[in-house]
Structures are given as structure tokens and as C-alpha cells.
């Protein structure tokens, strides 16, 4: 783990259950809203070390991961939905970016109406 708990870290490899690093998976709302959600991603456990090597690197703003979604986003769920993540910013954690999950594609690439999102999100 890169931090003192979990909630402080940004990779965590957790034996027997997996490797996992945190990602940002932004939702575009009506009215020019937008929903950033913070979550963890699983990956291969075998490209955590890579993950690791570049978290501080120079080459941080080159990574590129495959996992899948180790958090349920509300309201759509899609708890272990595969996702693409990418560095946009250098100065952030990588950003959810594409899936082969059709629901997935349609949380990144629509628009939502960001009163019914938002409560869903509250509740």
C-alpha cells in the first residue's frame, strides 16, 4: 500500500483478493454539470509492479491501464465492468477513459440528467 490506510493510498495490493489503483471516472451531467467519482480499479496483479515503478516516474503521464471497476458507481452499478484508464494530467490520478462494456461507454460518453444523478448519488 502506497499510503498509511487505504483511504490515503493510491495503489494497494491486497494478498489473495488482488492488485488495485485508484482512478477518477468522470460523468457528464445536463446544464454543463459534471460527476467526478473516485474509485479503485483492480488490475493484472502482474503490471502492479509496473504501476508502482511508474507512479512518480516521469513516465507516469504514459500510463495506460486495464482493469476493471472494484467499486459499484451509483446509480448504474457496474461493479467489475472492464475499463481503460489514461493519465490526462500528469498531476492526477488516471482517469477511467473507454470500455468494451456497453453500459460502461454509455456512463463515459452520454450526458445524465444531473438532478437524478446527483440524488442517486445522496441517497
Known sequence: ???????????????????FVRAL???????GHQL??????AIDPSRFSEAVAAWHAPDYADLRLDGWLANAIPPWGLL???VHAVVRDPGHTPYCDSSTDPDLTAV?????PHEAILAAVAS
Not at 1 to 19: C, I, S
Open 1 to 19: 500500500m502506497t499510503g498509511g490506510n487505504a483511504r490515503e493510498a493510491d495503489l494497494m495490493q491486497v494478498p489473495e483478493v488482488g492488485a
Open 80 to 82: 467489475a465492468a472492464p
Open 25 to 31: 471516472l468522470s460523468v457528464h451531467l445536463t446544464e
Open 108 to 112: 463515459l460518453r452520454d450526458e445524465w
Open 36 to 41: 467526478t467519482f473516485g474509485l479503485w480499479l
